[in-house]
């Protein structure tokens, strides 16, 4: 996760910023920027972070 902070809050931050700005799903951001999903969401979902494929956000 390079281009990604590693402090939960600005993760969150920044994955929603980007589900916004530049990806039409979790799983086309995690494609293009060669993360692991499954971190992305254990690392938000400890700070009490789902995502919503509906709204294409975390909350």
Same mark, same amino acid.
């Given at each position: 996760?390079?281009?990604?902070? *590693? ?6 931050? @920044? ?6 700005? +530049? #990806? ?9 920027? *060669? ?6 969401? @254990? ?6 972070? +789902? #995502? ?8």
């Amino acid at each position: 996760m390079e281009r990604l902070p *590693n402090d939960p809050m600005m993760l969150f931050s @920044a994955v929603n910023m980007l589900l916004r700005d +530049e #990806y039409k799903s979790l799983d086309e951001l995690c494609d293009d920027m *060669n993360v692991d999903r499954a971190d992305i969401e @254990a690392r938000l979902k400890a700070v009490g972070f +789902e #995502y919503s494929p509906e709204y294409n956000k975390f909350w």
